[in-house]
């Protein structure tokens, strides 16, 4: 039993100064790329991009019942002055809409996945809620009620 405890004391330690070494060559393979990127053209340095603004989520309310639904899409999504991108959005906003509830809210989630080529799910921060069957993917055209 000892010897089980030193052997894995060390073989903790050895992989330690490994981790530590490993930290050390990312931190110089950082500042390369940071060298490379200073000298690169003007006209990549000064592209304005979009701040998206954050919308509320569109929620009903009866005393501390709260209803929400998400519909999933894909949209064209500005990222910056004339450029677009194809994305998954969350009531058409990326990022999706800002959800404000009380403490002791009882909120009924529903999820709808019009995205028709991709299973999509949410993922509920500080809540409590059954992580094995209520974070599972929602197929394309599927509805999902928590």
């Not at 330690?13 to 930290?23: E, K, M, P, S, T």
């Not at 060298?35 to 569109?58: L, M």
């Not at 450029?83 to 009882?106: A, E, H, N, S």
Request: charge should be neutral; include cysteine; proline fraction near 5%.
């Amino acid at each position: 039993m000892r010897a089980n405890m030193k052997m894995a004391f060390f073989i903790g330690a050895i992989a330690v100064v490994i981790g530590l070494a490993g930290c050390s060559t990312g931190q110089l393979s950082i500042n390369h790329a940071q060298n490379q990127s200073q000298g690169q053209n003007q006209d990549q340095k000064s592209e304005q991009f979009i701040d998206q603004p954050k919308y509320p989520a569109e929620i009903k309310r009866n005393g501390n019942a709260v209803d929400i639904t998400f519909y999933i899409t894909q949209n064209k999504i500005e990222i910056a002055k004339d450029k677009y991108y194809q994305g998954w959005t969350f009531d058409g906003t990326v990022p999706g809409p800002v959800l404000r509830v009380k403490q002791g809210d009882k909120v009924r989630f529903t999820l709808v996945n019009k995205d028709p080529n991709m299973p999509h799910s949410m993922d509920f921060h500080a809540s409590e809620i059954a992580p094995d069957k209520n974070y599972v993917d929602v197929a394309p055209g599927e509805i999902f009620y928590v």
